[in-house]
């Protein structure tokens, strides 16, 4: 199955992209931006990776077993988050293709308990107390069913691997085997993990940055106006410190599956920009280019690039990030830095 993912640094621009790969007719976007988390998610799979390959113990993998189906069966009932119902989003046959994979992990299963059973509040622990006292024994009382599973990397991984394709597989249905594109199911900062789990001679991944200047003016004067900010601060000292900490952590991923672009490139020079998207993923996967500008509309979203000129108080942040991030920031010149007039529009 032919996959193109899309990732990005948290308002950088993923949609842009999505947005302009949807307008080849060999490419099917299910749901649009929606954004598929359940990889690299807390209690996700990628925990899962590490809990069990890296962290294992004769105690842990009950635990990470336990709250990776937790979190699954969450994202698979929640209809109304917005990351979840998988349900119907994804497949109805999702928790099934998670029982699939813990079981090719090996698990024993066992009557049990240990102090995770024993995380009981005040109220709870009276109870106990109260049945030991009329002669209940504590294993009666907290005992459970325990999984204990070691897996091996190769087993880990054949089993990993078998779930994510199942699941895909699903998202596929009905299209003729176009190629599925998916936004944010990798992050640049797990990309290093990609090989494990997908082969790079049908999976193409793309990560999009954007100039840092204009992600914290859309937060602070925009997206937290509409109630969907990311998670970076409103300051912006404190925003330079954890932009560039979040940066930098990023492990280096050299696979030749993975292109980086930027998303002002995209817009201000988009006929070199998109022949290099197209050579990166290839006609066959793509198809052709029948909706050109229907979606993404680089004229359109040139209003988008140098917002941060848009007030004198934007524009003095805008200048303490050029100064502590200037690797990050990109070369605008003063034509395409928004003017102060449109302050009204935010």
Same mark, same amino acid.
Request: aromatic share 12%; charged share 25%.
């Given at each position: ?48 990776? =590490? &809990? ?6 004769? +105690? ?6 336990? %709250? /990776? $189906? ?50 009981? =509040? &005040? ?6 107390? +109260? ?6 024994? %504590? /294993? $009666? ?206």
């Amino acid at each position: 199955m032919n996959k193109v993912i899309v990732a990005s640094y948290m308002g950088s621009g993923s949609s842009a992209v999505t947005d302009l790969l949807s307008e080849y007719d060999n490419v099917h976007c299910p749901h649009g931006s929606y954004e598929y988390i359940f990889l690299h998610c807390p209690g996700g799979l990628f925990d899962l990776e =590490d &809990k069990l390959l890296v962290g294992n113990n004769a +105690l842990r993998s009950d635990e990470a077993l336990r %709250t /990776f $189906e937790q979190t699954m069966q969450g994202l698979f009932e929640n209809e109304h988050w917005w990351f979840g119902d998988y349900r119907s989003k994804v497949s109805n046959r999702f928790m099934d293709y998670v029982g699939k994979l813990i079981a090719e992990l090996g698990p024993t299963s066992f009557e049990g308990f240990w102090y995770e059973q024993e995380k009981l =509040d &005040k109220n709870a622990w009276k109870t106990i107390r +109260l049945k030991k006292k009329l002669g209940a024994k %504590t /294993f $009666e009382l907290l005992g459970t069913q325990l999984r204990m599973a070691f897996p091996t990397p190769d087993e880990f991984y054949k089993a990993a691997r078998s779930f994510i394709d199942a699941t895909l597989t699903d998202l596929t249905e009905g299209t003729n085997e176009k190629t599925l594109l998916l936004d944010q199911l990798l992050l640049p900062h797990n990309l290093w993990r990609a090989e494990n789990y997908f082969d790079g001679d049908d999976t193409r991944i793309i990560v999009v940055s954007r100039d840092p200047r204009d992600v914290f003016a859309l937060n602070k004067y925009v997206w937290r106006k509409q109630n969907v900010p990311i998670p970076l601060p409103f300051d912006a000292e404190g925003f330079c410190t954890c932009y560039r900490r979040m940066r930098e952590a990023e492990r280096p991923a050299t696979s030749g599956a993975i292109l980086r672009i930027q998303f002002e490139d995209l817009v201000l020079d988009y006929e070199n920009t998109v022949a290099k998207v197209e050579s990166f993923v290839g006609c066959p996967m793509l198809g052709e280019h029948v909706e050109k500008r229907a979606r993404f509309n680089p004229e359109v979203s040139k209003g988008n690039l140098g917002v941060f000129g848009f007030s004198a108080d934007a524009s003095r942040e805008a200048e303490i990030i050029a100064k502590e991030l200037p690797e990050y920031t990109y070369p605008l010149d003063e034509t395409t830095i928004a003017p102060k007039s449109i302050a009204q529009s935010f």
